[in-house]
């Protein structure tokens, strides 16, 4: 004889039936219509808070605007995956800039050396943007991962601190470029002023707050005619809105010192130069004029004096770069509080050797082995200064900061790198 149980649950599906009339059953009806609501009311819930979780993360994963994608569970492994040290007293660094020219560089370097790197690039088109997209698989080859978002976005910002511990920002993002300033003055303030503060916010209120180490400019010495530039000389005559906002940079970044201890450290670049480097500068746009055939234009100075470089080679700026974050100290805030004085620091990073632009087309024609077409026209009134030349004797006593690379050397392996990373053979196109 059947038990209640097989009549009620047969093991045969489509086969149940339920007599409505059996008291037995009227009871059980109760019980059971009872316990489907409540199975539905459960998944009723359940959908409710997926469904309110997943637009809580599409809701972190964009700024404002609900554009940019950033956020999720996937997305804070990659971050964390990315930010893990693999060396005993490891840093974890935060780059900005990450798929720029310098910040590729450095984030391959502390990689390399088992720091964990995550990336911030905003990919903006200010030069091609598909270059800047190489350098991000590149560093995703060495496993790293850069975060598509931008300065400005405080939330991102915001979420990056709370995933990661971050021991340090390397802060390289920024509108650089002298000249450009002209044309799109505001995007030199969106980056480098509010973004620069968004930023320091952000650090300011970490638990642990970062140390920070970031890009300033040799521009800043701007009309500066005391050769060769020193932290102490004056830098209150910048010559473009670059220059200004950089030097801008600097005061507030002294102030989130100052208001908040954070450990924050300046640098100086002298016009760096090298392999993945950024298409708006002189020696990277007059290689592919060379290459192509096409004139250049070389700037000359008032009474046809020739305009002069402290050109970096990235390796050496690399280096300047580390031995910052190394002996940058801790910043000493607390909840936003700042506990102690911390470090304040700027450092020229140059080569300490002027090379005029006219030695700089010569050694790129001995290299590209092509003659180059070109204009020589008095430098316009656009920001430019007529020389730069570094005094680096603070960074070689506290960095260990010591340039090893001449402008000859340095520019050969980057007219190596340009060959082959846009399809050259022996100086001629590959079709
Ligand atoms: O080190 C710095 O402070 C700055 O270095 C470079 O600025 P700049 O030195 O002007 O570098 P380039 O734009 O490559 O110009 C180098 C020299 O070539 C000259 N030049 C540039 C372009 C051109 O078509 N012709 C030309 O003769 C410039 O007048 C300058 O003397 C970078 O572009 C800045 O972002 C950086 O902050």
């Known amino acids: 004889m059947p038990s209640l149980q097989d009549e009620l649950f047969p093991s045969t599906p489509g086969k149940f039936k339920i007599d409505r009339n059996h008291p037995m059953n009227r009871h059980f009806h ?8 409540m199975f539905f009311w459960a998944l009723f819930l359940i959908a409710l808070t997926a469904s309110y979780l997943s637009f809580q993360s599409f809701v972190d994963s964009g700024s404002r605007y609900f554009s940019v994608s950033w956020g999720g569970i996937q997305w804070e492994k990659q971050l964390r995956h990315s930010a893990q040290t693999h060396r005993p007293n490891g840093l974890s660094v935060l780059v900005t800039g990450a798929a ?11 990689k390399k050396r088992g720091d964990g790197v995550v990336g911030l690039d905003n990919f903006n088109s200010y030069y091609d943007p598909s270059l800047k997209k190489a350098r991000k698989s590149l560093l ?4 790293i991962f850069v975060v598509h978002g931008d300065l400005n976005d405080a939330r991102l910002l915001e979420k990056l601190f709370d995933v990661v511990v971050f021991s340090h920002v390397m802060h390289l993002a920024a509108q650089a470029g002298v000249r450009y300033a002209m044309e799109n003055p505001n995007s030199y303030v969106h980056s480098n002023i509010a973004g620069l503060v968004t930023l320091l916010e952000a650090c300011k209120s970490a638990n ?11 521009s800043v010495y701007g009309l500066n005619e005391k050769v060769p530039f020193s932290e102490s000389d004056r830098t209150d005559q910048p010559a473009s809105l670059y220059a200004a906002t950089k030097k801008a940079g600097e005061e507030i970044t002294h102030t989130y010192n100052h208001i908040y201890g954070l450990s924050i450290t300046g640098l100086r670049f002298f016009t760096v130069y090298g392999p993945w480097g950024r298409p708006d500068m002189a020696y990277f746009s007059f290689t ?8 250049i234009t070389v700037f000359r100075g008032k009474n046809r004096v020739d305009l002069a470089r402290d050109f970096t080679y990235i390796d050496d700026i690399v280096k300047g770069c580390l031995g910052s974050l190394d002996t940058s100290g801790k910043s000493t805030g607390s909840g936003g509080k700042k506990t102690g004085p911390a470090a304040y620091r700027i450092f020229n990073l140059g080569n300490t050797s002027p090379v005029t632009v006219p030695t700089l087309v010569s050694i790129l024609e001995r290299h590209l082995k092509v003659k180059a077409k070109k204009n020589m026209v008095e430098m316009p009134g656009n920001g430019d200064v007529p020389f730069t030349h570094a005094n680096i004797s603070s960074a070689r006593k506290e960095l260990g900061y010591k340039p090893t690379t001449d402008l000859q050397t340095g520019l050969k392996k980057f007219v190596r790198w340009y060959l082959s990373y846009y399809g050259y053979n022996h100086g001629k196109p590959v079709n």
């Open 30 to 37: 109760r019980c059971f219509a009872s316990t489907t609501t």
């Open 100 to 110: 720029g020219f310098v910040g590729t560089h450095v984030s391959l370097a502390l």
């Open 140 to 143: 995703s080859d060495h496993g």
């Open 208 to 218: 642990p707050q970062p140390a920070v180490v970031w890009a300033s400019s040799s």
């Open 288 to 295: 592919r004029n060379i290459l192509q055939g096409k004139p």
